[in-house]
């Protein structure tokens, strides 16, 4: 079976201390399965936004993360649609949007080329997955929010899905040059959940019923934040195939709902270096407790990262 290959492009590398408000709407769950999995996510934008500034002209550009909305009046959602009302066509009116302004303008078949290999309608990239419920059936994934690569926003989506993804090889973490994972999946695979939210504490969505039957689902108690202590701890995550394992790592410091912590696990260490970029989500136990997520590492530093308490990552928004 053909296997489609993807390497991580989703978590954030530099680190930067980020305060939220505690959210009092808020109810919080006692205990959820904390997992590990790495996973690939595919967002549809149902738009279709410039990944790169393209010059129609000497004095006339579209920018990146300009949003196109129609073509000769007819509503585009996706490349194919772009594609289908320029084919044959030497004049094209193209709407689009610009800092949040419509625009509408005139290009020729020539320009409407030099955009098309600029074109995107969907992003993706792999990370991991944090908690599921099984009684809302609801997972949350990554800690933090997806951000497209290419042109540096974050576009909403119409749709959006998970799939379980398998550790091909790993790209070692050195001081300097974030490592990364290199995943696959078989092509004919179907997602195992939807993504419902994209917000600055994660992805959130629901998993179908038999997503996770071959995987124990153990639940454990949810730790509050004010219990959150410097000293040892494990990081769940997978680094092998399909695999979840834990690793110990040291917490180091806690500021409120955010902690610092440093990998002494040295098997972790000889074969990642470290926190490698994909392991965004990767749930960390502290006393048979769920305590918080992976967020952050730090590129001069891949041995330390940095970590969201669970009880906020849990309340979605800030």
């Known amino acids: 079976m053909k296997k489609n290959y993807r390497k991580w492009s989703l978590m954030p590398i530099l680190f930067a201390a980020l305060f939220f408000a505690s959210n009092p709407t808020f109810a919080q769950?006692?205990?959820?399965?904390?997992?590990g999995q790495s996973i690939q996510i595919d967002?549809?934008?149902?738009?279709?936004?410039?990944?790169?500034?393209?010059?129609?002209?000497?004095?006339?550009?579209?920018?990146?993360?300009?949003?196109?909305?129609?073509i000769n009046d007819q509503t585009i959602t996706n490349v194919e649609d772009v594609k289908k009302h320029v084919k044959d066509k030497e004049q094209i009116s193209i709407q689009y949007e610009h800092n949040k302004k419509m625009h509408t303008k005139e290009i020729t078949s020539e320009q409407t080329l030099k955009l098309?290999?600029?074109l995107r309608d969907a992003t993706e990239g792999i990370g991991t997955l944090t908690y599921f419920d099984p009684v809302t059936k609801e997972f949350g994934a990554l800690g933090h929010q997806i951000v497209d690569h290419t042109t540096g926003v974050t576009?909403?989506?119409?749709?959006?899905?998970?799939?379980?993804?398998?550790?091909?090889q790993i790209k070692k973490s050195i001081p300097g040059q974030p490592g990364y994972k290199i995943t696959s999946h078989e092509a004919d695979t179907s997602p195992i959940g939807g993504v419902d939210e994209n917000n600055v504490y994660g992805i959130f969505g629901k998993l179908e019923d038999n997503a996770l039957e071959n995987i124990p689902l153990q639940q454990v108690?949810?730790?509050?934040?004010?219990?959150?202590?410097?000293?040892?701890?494990?990081?769940r995550t997978s680094i092998d195939g399909e695999k979840v394992q834990e690793f110990s790592i040291n917490i180091s410091s806690?500021?409120?709902?955010?902690?610092?912590?440093?990998?002494?696990?040295k098997s972790l260490i000889q074969k990642t270096g470290g926190i490698l970029q994909g392991m965004s989500g990767?749930?960390?136990?502290?006393?048979?407790?769920?305590?918080?997520?992976v967020t952050h590492m730090y590129v001069d530093k891949p041995?330390?990262?940095?970590?969201?308490?669970?009880?906020?990552?849990?309340?979605?928004?800030?």
């Open 282 to 293: 990767s749930p960390i136990i502290q006393k048979n407790k769920l305590i918080g997520v």
């Open 221 to 235: 108690e949810i730790a509050d934040v004010e219990t959150i202590m410097t000293g040892e701890a494990i990081m």
């Open 43 to 70: 967002l549809q934008y149902g738009a279709v936004f410039l990944s790169h500034d393209v010059m129609l002209t000497d004095e006339e550009w579209l920018r990146a993360g300009d949003s196109i909305h129609q």
């Open 254 to 265: 806690v500021d409120g709902h955010l902690f610092q912590f440093t990998v002494t696990d």
């Open 116 to 118: 098309l290999p600029f």
């Open 303 to 318: 041995k330390n990262g940095a970590a969201l308490a669970i009880t906020e990552m849990m309340k979605k928004n800030p």
């Open 29 to 35: 769950q006692t205990s959820v399965v904390p997992l």
């Open 155 to 168: 576009p909403k989506f119409s749709e959006g899905s998970i799939y379980l993804s398998s550790i091909e």
